[in-house]
């Protein structure tokens, strides 16, 4: 099986006990540049990951506080969603990646960086990203970089 190297998600997973407040919850009531916000929903929204496994791996996430799936309402799960496919659609876009990983990562054990405001990952995936993958290590920290990312896929965004 391959997998995605990215060794600066321990940096990040160790982090996340440190960071003041929930990045979550500082997000969804913060300013959309400096908090990586790419689309506000009604009951949802996406934000780039500050520590991506790729370029442009965004999550989407609820505005409420809420750790577990299950406490999830109906409109939250629709939106988590709905948000999640417009996303794809705007790095289809504007990256045309040629595959994603979607997904969950429930609980520290399953890999989650913050267990306590749950939260959809989408990765976008290219053949042969698992190669170039430890050159971006390299580069793991480029605000300039996430801003710009941001900024395009705000600007591509469905709807
Ligand atoms: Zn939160």
Redesign the pocket.
């Given at each position: 099986m391959e997998r995605l190297w990215a060794p600066w998600r321990m940096e990040y997973i160790n982090a996340a006990d440190d960071e003041d407040g929930?990045i979550?919850?500082l997000a969804?009531a913060g300013d959309d540049a400096a908090r990586l916000v790419v689309h506000r929903g009604t009951h949802a929204f996406a934000l780039l990951n500050k520590f991506p496994y790729s370029s442009g791996h965004f999550m989407v996430a609820p505005i409420r506080?809420v750790a577990e799936y299950g406490e999830l309402s109906d409109d939250e799960v629709l939106e988590l969603h709905r948000l999640a496919s417009a996303g794809m659609g705007a790095l289809a876009e504007v990256y045309a990646p040629q595959g994603y990983n979607v997904g969950w990562n429930l609980g520290r054990i399953a890999g989650a960086g913050v267990v306590?405001?749950v939260h959809l990952h989408v990765v976008p995936r290219w053949a042969g990203d698992t190669n170039f993958m430890p050159v971006l290590a390299d580069v793991k920290v480029l605000p300039e970089a996430l801003q710009e990312t941001r900024r395009k896929l705000a600007a591509a965004w469905p709807g």
């Open positions: 929930c979550f919850c969804a506080h306590d405001h």
